[in-house]
C-alpha cells in the first residue's frame, strides 16, 4: 500500500471510531462531560473504567459513525472546551491514581471563528504541558488520523501506539500540496514524503508499536486490550518522577 | 550651497551599537570609497502603507513607521539589540537535519543560512534587561518565518535547560508560522519538546515572559507561546492557532475585522498586556524586576 492509500484508509468510511474501541476495550464505561469552564465538547469524549479490571480514565477523539453522530462530534475536530475537559479529566486521574487511555483519531483541531476566540492555542498547549507532566501512566493509541497539533494534544504520554493502517503527521497531505508546492495534484507525493505511515513513524521513533488490524475483528480488540492491560500493570508500579522523567526523555530525543 | 554626496550618506550609516548587529548588516563601509556604494537602506518603503520613509527615521522610531504606525519585522538580533544589554549568544552550533530528506529543503536552508548569515530561524542566550540577568530567544523571521523544526526546538529547549540550570528567567520573543512541515512528525514532537522544557522551568519555580510578536500561530502558538507564566504582545500582532486564510476556506466566510489580533486576544483573556514596541523593553525590565525583588521584613 502506498503512503497515500493509508491516508485514504486511515479516513475510510466504516473505520472504528474511539467508541467502538471504548466499548470494546473499557469495561462499565461511565462517560463525563464538559469543561467545567464554558461547554461540553462531544469531539472529545471521555469518562471512567476499567480495563481488565483496573480503573482508568479514558479519552477519545470521535468523529462519529453515521452522518448525525458525525455531526453531533464535530468530525472529530475539538474546540478549545475539548482539550480543556481532556486536561480536567487527566488532573482527576493523576489525584486518584488512575492510568490515563487515550484513543485519537482527528484531521485536526477546529479551526473557526469561536476556536479562536476561545483559545485553541492555549487549550492544545495547555494539554501538551499538563499531560508530559502528569504523575500517572498515560499511553496514547492512533486508531485513524493522527492529525498534528490536535492529535499530540492527547499524545503526550508514556508510550503512542498506532494501527497499521493510520497515520500521525504534521500537517495533511493536501495541507502539504498546496502550502508547499502549490499544487493540489500533488497529495499522493507528500504523502510519501511526510513518512507519516504507522511503519515509517516507528522507524523515526514517534510511536512505539504498530498494531495489526486483523480486520478490526473481536481478536483485535481482545489482543488490543491485553497490550494496554500489561502496558498499565508496568507503568503502574513506578512512581509519578519516574514516569515524568521517562516522559521527558521521550520527547528529548527528537 | 554644494553638499558632497558621500557626507550626507555617512549620516545615515548607523555605526553598529553591539555585536549583535554584526550579522545582520554585515555590509557596513569600512572606507570613503566602500561608502561611496550607495546603501540599500538608505530608504525604504513601508510595507503597509508604501510611503517612502528614512531608514535612520525608521530604526529611531523602533521599526514603527512614523508615517503610519505599522510594526515592521524585525531580525532576531535587531530584536535583543532592542531590549537587552551585554547579550552572550548560546546553542549558535546546532544545525537542522534534512531527516526526511524533504525535496528542495537541504538548498533551502542553505540558501537562507547564505543569505542571513544565521543557522537557523532563532538566535538564543543570555544577557540584561533592565540589569536582570535572563536567558533569551528571539525567533527571525526571514527562516521561513521562523517555523519550528529540530534545530529551533532543540535551541528552546536547550535555553530552558540552561535557564532552568542557572537559576535565570526567560524572555523569549516568539514568531513563528508554526511547525516546519519539511521535518514532517520530527517538527511535531518539537511541540512537545519545548513544552516538556518550559515544565521543568517553571516547576523550578521561575518566571517565564513570552512577547508573541507578529505572527505567532500554528505549533508555535499552540505550545511554548501559550506556556509562559506572563504574555506580552506587540501592538496588532497575528496571533491564533490556524493561519486565517486556511479558517475563511473552512468556514467559508470573511473574517471579521481585527480577528486574531494581540487586542482581540487581550480582550478575550489570553495575553496578558499588549506592549508597544517603544515600551518593550522597559515593560520587561519592570517585569522582570519585580520578579527578583527581595523583601526585608
Request: hydrophobic residues 40%.
Amino acid at each position: 500500500m502506498s503512503a497515500y492509500d493509508i491516508v485514504l484508509k486511515s479516513r475510510e468510511k466504516g473505520r472504528p471510531t474511539a467508541a467502538k474501541y471504548i466499548k470494546n476495550i473499557v469495561e462499565d464505561f461511565l462517560e463525563l462531560h464538559g469543561d467545567r469552564r464554558y461547554a461540553d465538547d462531544r469531539a472529545i469524549i471521555g469518562g471512567i473504567g476499567y480495563v481488565a479490571g483496573r480503573p482508568v480514565t479514558v479519552l477519545g477523539i470521535e468523529k462519529g459513525e453515521d452522518t448525525n453522530d458525525k455531526i453531533a462530534h464535530n468530525f472529530g475536530c475539538a474546540h478549545p472546551e475539548g482539550y480543556r475537559k481532556a486536561v480536567r479529566l487527566m488532573k482527576e486521574a493523576e489525584k486518584f491514581h488512575r492510568p490515563v487511555l487515550c484513543f485519537v483519531d482527528t484531521s485536526g483541531a477546529y479551526c473557526g471563528i469561536g476556536a479562536e476566540e476561545r483559545g485553541q492555542s492555549e487549550a492544545i498547549a495547555n494539554s501538551i504541558l499538563e499531560m508530559i507532566r502528569l504523575k500517572t501512566p498515560a499511553l496514547s493509541v492512533i486508531i485513524g488520523e493522527g492529525g498534528s497539533g490536535g492529535a499530540l494534544g492527547l499524545c503526550a504520554a508514556d508510550e503512542v501506539w498506532i494501527t497499521e493502517t493510520s497515520t500521525y503527521s504534521v500537517i495533511s497531505p493536501e495541507g502539504c500540496a498546496s502550502i508547499l508546492w502549490k499544487d493540489s495534484g500533488k497529495v499522493a507525493e507528500a504523502a510519501e514524503r511526510l513518512h507519516l505511515t504507522a511503519q515509517e513513524l516507528l522507524k523515526l521513533g514517534a510511536v512505539e508499536r504498530v498494531i495489526e488490524e486483523k480486520g478490526f475483528s473481536t481478536e483485535f480488540y481482545e489482543g488490543l486490550k491485553a497490550d494496554i492491560a500489561a502496558f498499565f500493570a508496568k507503568k503502574c508500579t513506578e512512581s509519578g518522577d519516574e514516569l515524568i522523567a521517562a516522559r521527558y526523555a521521550r520527547f528529548r530525543k527528537f | 550651497m554644494s553638499f558632497n554626496f558621500n557626507d550626507i550618506k555617512k549620516l545615515f550609516i548607523r555605526k553598529p551599537k553591539n555585536t549583535l548587529e554584526g550579522t545582520e548588516n554585515s555590509e557596513q563601509p569600512t572606507n570613503d570609497s566602500e561608502a561611496a556604494h550607495i546603501p540599500d537602506k538608505l530608504a525604504e518603503k513601508c510595507e503597509k502603507c508604501g510611503q517612502i520613509v528614512l531608514s535612520a527615521e525608521m530604526e529611531e522610531n523602533f521599526n514603527v513607521c512614523p508615517k503610519c504606525g505599522h510594526y515592521k519585522k524585525m531580525t532576531a538580533r535587531a530584536r535583543i539589540g532592542m531590549c537587552a544589554e551585554n547579550f552572550s549568544e548560546l546553542f549558535a552550533d546546532v544545525e537542522g537535519k534534512d531527516i526526511l530528506d524533504f525535496p528542495g529543503y537541504a538548498e533551502k536552508i542553505a540558501a537562507l543560512r547564505e543569505k542571513t548569515g544565521e543557522k537557523e530561524g532563532v538566535v538564543c542566550g543570555t544577557g540584561e534587561i533592565g540589569g536582570v540577568q535572563c536567558a533569551i530567544f528571539s525567533m527571525d523571521y526571514r527562516f521561513l518565518m521562523g517555523s519550528m523544526g529540530h534545530a529551533v526546538g532543540e535551541k528552546i529547549a536547550r535555553t530552558f535547560e540552561y535557564a532552568t540550570e542557572h537559576k535565570l528567567p526567560v524572555v523569549g520573543f516568539v514568531l513563528s508560522g508554526g511547525a516546519r512541515m519539511q521535518e514532517g512528525i520530527v517538527s511535531l514532537m518539537q511541540m512537545a519538546k519545548t513544552s516538556a522544557a518550559v515544565a521543568k522551568h517553571g516547576e523550578a519555580g521561575l518566571l517565564y515572559v513570552a512577547v508573541l510578536t507578529d505572527p505567532t500561530t500554528g505549533g508555535v502558538s499552540a505550545s511554548f507561546a501559550f506556556d509562559a507564566d506572563i504574555i506580552l504582545a506587540e501592538k496588532g500582532a497575528l496571533i491564533g492557532f490556524a493561519g486565517p486564510r486556511v479558517i475563511e476556506q473552512t468556514i467559508r466566510q470573511k473574517l471579521p475585522e481585527g480577528f486574531q489580533r494581540a487586542e482581540l486576544l487581550q480582550e478575550k483573556g489570553f495575553v496578558d498586556r499588549i506592549c508597544e514596541r517603544k515600551d518593550m523593553k522597559e515593560t520587561l525590565a519592570a517585569i522582570l524586576k519585580l520578579h527578583c525583588a527581595e523583601v526585608s521584613e
